[in-house]
């Protein structure tokens, strides 16, 4: 073959044609370097036939430049990445970036230089010199990881270097992984669980596409139940992904998977070190990685020969990625598996209505575990109606719920508070004038974080301090903050227990896998009596002596109003619910709303998941709403209001007509103003036999915007801000 067709990754360009020089071999697949203009931009050799552009005569054609040193991209991941672009109306080239996530592994082998301490002290101490020296204990990175540990400029690390207080050490960047041992320690199964590892081993040895729905109540011991595929994998040699929705989670997981397998996963996530990430990248696509637990964005890897694909906690919202190319994790993870011809278990114990629906019409198969491993009993609920045993004024936790708590603390033993909001209050206002903050950035309220006496934005990550007078009216000490949040709750245990200890769990607090695994160490040392945590806590955590769960607020997630809001707060509660009574003794849910006959709460109470789903399903297809009907949302924003609302009428104007196809707005979203972007919003429903992301290709493929006009699509959207 000597001319070839490339994809480059550059969304703006086409698929492009080289030719290949004298003594390069191509194939499929390949990475290569494009001349462009003046410049060289990275390209995969792609099916010419897949990839329809304008043939451009063989004498115009430039020589490719050169191959890059990684194993080609396999058939299956060129599908996938096909398929990706195809259904969520992306570019190829967004998609492409995607599998080529390190851009260091593209480069080849390579030894790099990091630094660690020695030791010695330097001539003259600083403060700074003093704070780096405390805060690299045990770290090694190169200079600029190392100053970001250690909060200080890369100056004063390079002073350091050169007083011997820190020494270069030369890093095999592909040095490789430790071996894990299928057979290092085999645990004995329960009966219900052999029988659903079993059905998984045979499909991992079958070597076919088979998809899983692993539908395990919380605590039924799912994680050993695919522990078993996975060794059956690594027996045939082959390799396994295991995608995991937050990396607070993933601490428990190494730490169990280690036991099981004699060596820790490769872990694959945001943030990786640059070199951690290209070791990891480099063994996957060589095969020396084994196993691979990772973000959504793992699912993109080149794996050299995939066994199983397993997604834990499969229902996560998480998965379905808010920027760029809008993927939901979950659903491209099960299509990865059809090219890549393997198994793939989704493993939930409140399973999305969509993969419920799957398993129903017979897509999926279904394995259920349907009791707690080792005779633990499902905890006992309750719900407090608040509109009769009201909290003490100013304050937001019934007497029932903080009895339970005190109880607790004469035996012992632990409770959980949930609250999916950070901070301490979600609203502050002044008390002289009414004025209410709010970010400068986003419609949204500022919320304030006591911790740090800052007032912060959650969608932009705006920060400033909070004022000591209002600064709208000057008045001084006037302000109110409003609502609770996990901080306040935590203040008023403190107050109204004071015996008792207390740990705030959030992103805020939990934000490191280190920072994870302290917090999981003080709660099995039972140095911590009550945790206070948002949606972070309500998973995959397993503390035998936490014995009674709180939601202090259950009315919250409905308010949203959103399509998903009932199945939402399912599944956040009954999560969070699974926390309590995992050992031998038993737990305790209690629920506070004001709606305790709300149809989400009333099924939450009687412990009765059938009646809610089959509510839910009928009141979707009522709707016309996933997975009876589908939803897409097209988001158009600019940084200049005018501009994207002239954009969004205009793309209003050539709106198709389609039947069985309802297009809704441009109406301001009600994330009106997002990150300094002014935002304007599409809802099309459409039945399930239209081809939606046809009609918007077609709709929005004729027009052309300002530059500075963003145009999203979301296909199935989770979100609707
Ligand atoms: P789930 O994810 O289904 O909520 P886990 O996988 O966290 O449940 O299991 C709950 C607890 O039971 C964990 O501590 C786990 O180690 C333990 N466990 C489950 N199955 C077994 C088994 N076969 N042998 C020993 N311990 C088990
Ligand atoms: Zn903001």
């Known amino acids: 073959m000597n001319r070839v067709r490339c994809l480059v990754l550059n969304a703006a360009l086409g698929p492009l044609d080289y030719k290949v020089p004298e003594g390069m071999v191509v194939e499929p697949g390949v990475v290569v370097e494009c001349p462009l203009g003046p410049r060289t931009v990275i390209g995969i050799v792609w099916e010419a036939e897949r990839l329809p552009g304008t043939e451009v005569p063989v004498e115009k054609l430039r020589n490719l430049r050169g191959l890059l040193p990684v194993p080609p991209l396999s058939a299956p991941l060129r599908r996938l990445i096909e398929w990706t672009a195809d259904y969520y109306v992306a570019s190829l080239a967004s ?13 080849g082998r390579a030894t790099m230089t990091e630094y660690r301490l020695t030791g010695g002290m330097p001539e003259r101490m600083t403060p700074q010199r003093q704070a780096a020296i405390d805060a690299l204990e045990g770290e090694q990175a190169n200079i600029r ?19 011997g207080v820190l020494e270069p050490v030369e890093v095999d960047c592909d040095r490789p992984y430790d071996p894990a041992h299928p057979d290092f320690a085999e645990v004995a199964l329960s009966a219900q669980q052999r029988e659903a590892s079993g059905i998984f081993s045979d499909a991992v040895r079958a070597a076919k596409f088979a998809p899983f729905l692993l539908d395990g109540v919380t605590g039924s011991g799912k994680t050993e139940t695919y522990f078993e595929p996975v060794a059956q994998a690594l027996r045939m040699g082959r390799q396994v992904l295991v995608l995991l929705p937050e990396i607070a989670l993933t601490e428990n997981f190494l730490h169990r998977f280690e036991e099981r397998f004699g060596a820790p996963p490769v872990l694959w996530h945001s943030s990786l070190k640059s070199t951690e990430r290209r070791r990891a990248y480099r063994a996957v696509s060589e095969g020396s990685a084994q196993v691979v637990v990772g973000a959504r964005s793992a699912l993109f890897l080149p794996f050299r020969q995939l066994g199983l694909i397993v997604v834990d906690e499969a229902h996560e919202t998480s998965f379905k990625q808010e920027e760029g190319v809008r993927y939901n994790a979950r659903d491209v993870a099960v299509m990865r598996g059809h090219f ?12 999305a209505l969509e993969s419920l629906q799957m398993a129903e019409s017979g897509v999926y198969a279904k394995v259920d575990l349907p009791s707690r491993f080792g005779g633990a009993q499902l905890p006992a609920i309750d719900t407090i109606d608040l509109t009769e045993e009201k909290p003490p004024q100013g304050m937001w936790l019934a007497q029932r719920l903080v009895d339970g708590i005190e109880e607790r603390l004469g035996r012992g033993e632990q409770s959980l508070l949930f609250l999916n909001r950070r901070g301490y209050a979600p609203l502050t206002l002044c008390r002289n004038c009414g004025f209410r903050y709010q970010c400068p950035n986003c419609s949204a309220w500022l919320v304030e974080h006591r911790f740090t006496n800052r007032l912060a934005c959650h969608h932009c990550g705006h920060e400033a301090p909070a004022p000591k007078a209002c600064t709208e009216c000057g008045e001084p000490d006037c302000l109110v903050a409003c609502g609770p949040g996990v901080e306040r709750i935590a203040d008023e245990v403190a107050e109204r227990l004071p015996q008792s200890r207390v740990f705030v769990a959030t992103s805020d607090t939990l934000n490191s896998p280190g920072r994870a695994a302290e917090f999981i160490a003080a709660v099995e040392a039972r140095e911590v009596d009550v945790i206070v945590g948002t949606q972070l806590v309500t998973k995959g955590f397993h503390f035998p002596e936490l014995t009674l769960v709180g939601v202090v607020d259950a009315d919250l997630g409905l308010e949203g109003g959103d399509l998903r809001a009932g199945e939402r707060t399912y599944q956040q509660v009954a999560q969070v619910a699974g ?25 939450l109470a009687a412990g009765d998941r059938d009646a809610f789903y089959s509510a839910e399903t009928e009141m979707r297809r009522e709707a016309g709403a996933p997975p009876f009907g589908r939803w897409a949302a097209i988001i158009i924003s600019s940084e200049d209001d005018a501009e994207a609302r002239e954009a969004a009428s205009r793309i209003g104007a050539f709106r198709p007509e389609v039947a069985e196809c309802l297009i809704l707005g441009p109406a301001p979203a009600p994330m009106a103003l997002l990150r300094g972007r002014y935002r304007y919003r599409f809802l099309i429903n459409a039945r399930r036999s239209v081809q939606l992301q046809d009609v918007i290709r077609r709709w929005l493929g004729a027009l052309d915007h300002p530059p500075g006009v963003r145009v999203a699509v979301d296909i199935d959207p989770y979100s609707f801000v």
């Open 145 to 163: 990881e190392l100053a970001g540990i250690a909060g200080v400029s890369e100056g004063v690390l390079r002073g350091l270097v050169n007083q």
């Open 579 to 603: 926390r309590a009574g995992r050992g031998s003794k038993p737990g305790e849910v209690l629920i506070q709303t004001r709606h305790p006959e709300a149809p989400v709460i009333a099924a």
């Open 95 to 107: 998609v492409a970036r995607m599998a080529l996530s390190s851009g260091g592994a593209l480069k």
């Open 340 to 351: 890549e011809q393997v198994p793939v278990v989704l493993a939930s114990a409140t399973p």
